[in-house]
């Protein structure tokens, strides 16, 4: 079993704003739970910087964001864990996708970690161990101790992407078990 942490190519590929001054809060409530029932479909545009670069099947945000082709190859393996939250690029439509599906699957024993002065709570992840038996059939989640930015896939999702050869995705294995 192999998970990657999903990111983006934003040296290669376009990312993308909001077009209105938020605040900061904003982006910190996309943290596993549901938002669809209130979302408003905010405008997004291409930071001016990267019109330079190519454009991408999934531009940079501070969630995942995937265009139609994208969503198309993708959302047959994720569906059951994500919300689609619109975003309007000019004309075009763009989905932001709200991983709903928040794991405690992390095994504690055989990860490496730091925690914040409270020895409680973890700052960040130097190693991650998941609990497989908790992660099978789950194609992209979150897990309980970062609940905002950090978003994982599965093995599956990755070979997607490649095989589709779907462009602006940056996967990183963080994990592999051979058992």
């Known amino acids: 079993m192999k998970v990657y942490l999903l990111n983006f190519d934003v040296n290669n590929y376009k990312s993308i704003q909001l077009c209105d001054d938020v605040d900061a809060d904003y982006y910190q409530m996309f943290d596993g739970t549901r938002l669809k029932e209130h979302w408003i479909s905010p405008k997004v545009k291409v930071y001016d ?56 699957a992390i095994n504690y024993d055989l990860s490496d970690y730091l925690t914040f002065r409270d020895g409680k709570r973890i700052m960040c992840f130097k190693k991650y161990y998941f609990k497989d038996e908790i992660i099978k059939g789950h194609n992209i989640f979150k897990i309980n101790d970062i609940r905002r930015g950090v978003v994982f896939v599965s093995e599956c999702f990755y070979k997607s992407v490649i095989e589709n050869n779907l462009k602006g995705f940056k996967m990183e294995l963080v994990y592999e078990n051979e058992d």
């Open 49 to 104: 910087e990267d019109e330079v670069l190519l454009d991408g099947d999934a531009p940079g945000f501070n969630i995942p964001v995937f265009n139609k082709k994208a969503l198309d190859f993708l959302y047959p393996l994720i569906h059951n864990n994500v919300e689609l939250l619109p975003l309007r690029l000019n004309d075009e439509l763009l989905y932001g996708i709200n991983v709903i599906t928040v794991l405690d």
